[in-house]
């Protein structure tokens, strides 16, 4: 791809390549291979590369992202935000994900000039699937048409459509719809690749086991999940051959406490917990440069926590589970994955 | 299984062995079916009844059931029960626990002659205060208990028409309950009705628990060119019963001895088509009679006997009710 942002006519030529390229591996090896999978991938090829980042293959999408990514929910504004996406390009991040109206017009202007830098994914959260509204392919697409012409875009590299957290209550008929329209965009050159956030493992288990349509998965991780001992999801997700990025690995904010210099360090604890674990990419929302360069900080260092840093991020964790807010109680429900 | 009603704890038992006893393969050869089957393994064994293996239940049932839906009360039920037993018919459908309770009491002591399935469609997951296994559970011990029945044959729960609209939540709790009744004995085979194909073909694909579904299935069905049912029936190996083969009555008009004919071509029809198990609703002895004479004649319908179908058929969809308007959709299954 030559790191050239693709126009849409381009992409969809690729796509057709893609996986051929792929199958035949290349020469040149990343310093990145700290990394996972084992298989060697030409670093050239890869979205903003920066040695000092880990880089992870996105499931069947193919795309190489980086090993922490640009989470959407954060309170800064558009200066803000366009100072945080140039430090995280300076890290080597290449991945930024928006899942509202307000963040996909912010995060597509924070990145004017530069969109070639970044894997860019949206969702129009108020207008999807969770508003009785928004459950048919129709008025998906009409929305997605909408927001891209809103952000100036041409097409989106993910489509993540946001559903119910409890994504069960979803009706069937709901889920064939959702997966059309997604399927549609695909096709109409529109998103490069489609998925869906939810808060449901059962769900999500059967979502991709279904239709396998789906490219990528959205859904909490914290320092507390781990593989659980049945039904665990990891299988079904390496099976499919699904893309998972992890939501709200700090717990929404609850794994911090008044002392900075602690936070940064439970941060980096937590990513280093996460990457470790090997299974969902952690997206967090970061509010300053600072946290840029901390997440940044913690892919350098070991991911295996010694003994010590395991007990001080089990105090930390447990302290997240009591000042958890009651409107993110449902963040236990993911201690098994 | 000899034709003596199993007790609870007989069938739990039996029904590990099934596996073993059909896949041996026994001597004798019945009807149409192209495996060998021991007819005196078939209640209500009559040479001149048709019986079909009902998918992964590895129950033969006869080519024509007995549906709930009819005017027939007390004596009249009695005799009409009485005479679908006389012909070899060994399967009875009830949708709620009022024809329920009216095909035991028309049972009496013949109650091991046939398979009785059950539902209570106004407690099941059409009404949302029923859409948990543990309610679900609860619904059927009371028809049982109503009932007098220790199990039943076959619990079919009785979903929404356009099922898709039911979520993935209520989708599992429904099969946990049928899972559930299943292991406590007090059913010996699971299933679930509905009218909506695409929902069908998930529910089957999606739950291996699934052993018999029930759809409307007419004159004017037949296989979808593409996305039919009938290949994931198969392939899941699921039983399927057709109701409605007379498009609610809409096939017939005044005349008697037309009515008789056109119902025979109808059950030849879908018997021909080798799917469903025909379960029609059936208001006297002389319609009993006249399944039976349908089983005798052939499967395949002549030219002069199509185009007779044809026209009764086309003249159904012009008489079908408001209320009826969807079986319209289940021309391509």
């Not at chain 1, 924070?110 to 949206?122: D, F, I, S, T, W």
């Not at chain 1, 129709?138 to 997605?144: G, M, T």
């Not at chain 2, 009603?5 to 069938?11: E, G, L």
Request: aromatic residues 8%; hydrophobic residues 35%; charged residues 25%.
């Amino acid at each position: 791809m030559d790191n050239n942002r693709v126009t849409r006519r381009q992409f969809m030529r690729n796509s057709a390549v893609a996986a051929a390229g792929v199958a035949v591996g290349l020469g040149a090896i990343g310093q990145s291979n700290k990394a996972v999978g084992g298989s060697i991938v030409n670093t050239s090829r890869i979205l903003n590369y920066n040695p000092n980042m880990e880089y992870r293959r996105l499931g069947k999408t193919n795309l190489m992202v980086s090993a922490v990514c640009l989470g959407g929910h954060s309170r800064s504004n558009q200066q803000e935000r366009t100072e945080i996406v140039s430090r995280c390009i300076d890290a080597g991040i290449n991945y930024v994900d928006s899942c509202t109206r307000g963040e996909v017009i912010r995060d597509a202007k924070a990145l004017k000039g530069r969109r070639e830098k970044m894997y860019m994914a949206l969702s129009h959260c108020g207008n999807e699937i969770r508003f009785e509204n928004f459950r048919t392919s129709k008025k998906l697409l009409e929305v997605l048409d909408g927001l891209l012409k809103e952000s100036n875009q041409e097409f989106t590299d993910l489509w993540r459509i946001t559903c119910y957290e409890p994504g069960g209550r979803h009706s069937f008929n709901t889920a064939c719809e959702t997966v059309e329209a997604l399927e549609k965009a695909k096709k109409q050159g529109k998103a490069r690749f489609i998925g869906f956030s939810t808060h449901d493992r059962r769900w999500i288990k059967f979502m991709i086991e279904y239709f396998p349509q789906v490219d990528v998965v959205c859904f909490p991780f914290t320092t507390m999940s781990k593989r659980a001992q049945t039904d665990s999801l990891f299988p079904a997700l390496k099976k499919c051959d699904v893309g998972a990025f992890g939501i709200k690995p700090f717990a929404a904010g609850s794994l911090f406490r008044d002392d900075r210099e602690e936070n940064y360090k439970r941060a980096r604890l937590a990513i280093r917990y996460i990457l470790h674990s090997n299974t969902v990419i952690p997206i967090p929302g970061l509010n300053s440069v600072q946290h840029v360069d901390n997440v940044a900080k913690a892919v350098m260092e070991r991911r295996k926590l010694d003994v010590r840093e395991t007990a001080e991020l089990q105090n930390a964790a447990k302290q997240a589970w009591a000042k958890l807010p009651p409107h993110y109680k449902w963040l236990r429900n993911w201690e098994y994955v | 299984m000899q034709n003596k009603q199993v007790t609870r704890r007989q069938f739990m038992r039996d029904s590990a062995m099934a596996a073993a006893s059909v896949a041996v393969g026994l001597g004798a050869v019945a009807g149409q079916s192209t495996q060998a089957v021991q007819t005196s393994k078939i209640l209500n064994y009559n040479s001149n009844m048709e019986y079909r293996r009902l998918g992964k239940t590895d129950l033969m049932v006869s080519a024509v059931g007995l549906g709930g839906h009819s005017g027939a009360r007390g004596e009249q039920r009695r005799d009409i029960v009485s005479r679908c037993i006389d012909i070899g018919i060994n399967f009875i459908d009830s949708t709620y626990s009022g024809e329920l309770q009216r095909d035991v009491r028309a049972l009496g002591k013949n109650r091991n002659k046939v398979y009785l399935a059950l539902s209570e469609t106004g407690r099941e997951p059409r009404n949302p205060d029923y859409r948990t296994a543990k309610k679900l559970l609860e619904v059927l011990d009371n028809s049982l208990r109503g009932s007098k029945l220790e199990y039943t044959d076959l619990w079919r729960i009785t979903v929404y028409e356009p099922g898709g609209r039911h979520t993935f939540n209520t989708s599992c709790e429904v099969v946990e309950a049928l899972d559930k009744a299943k292991k406590q004995g007090k059913t010996r085979c699971t299933g679930i009705a509905s009218h909506d194909r695409r929902w069908f073909k998930f529910m089957i694909e999606y739950f291996p628990e699934l052993e018999v579904v029930l759809f409307p299935f007419t004159t004017m069905s037949k296989r979808a060119q593409t996305d039919s049912l009938f290949p994931a029936l198969k392939k899941r190996d699921v039983g399927a019963f057709g109701i409605k083969p007379f498009a609610a009555g809409s096939l017939f008009r005044g005349d008697l001895k037309e009515n008789d004919q056109r119902a025979r071509l109808a059950i030849r029809y879908i018997l021909h088509s080798d799917t469903v198990i025909p379960i029609p609703g059936i208001n006297n002895v002389q319609q009993v009679d006249n399944l039976a004479r349908a089983i005798k004649e052939r499967r395949q319908l002549d030219l002069k006997e199509k185009a007779e179908l044809q026209n009764a058929s086309k003249q159904a969809w012009t008489q079908l009710p408001p209320r009826y308007q969807w079986l319209r959709n289940w021309e391509y299954v």
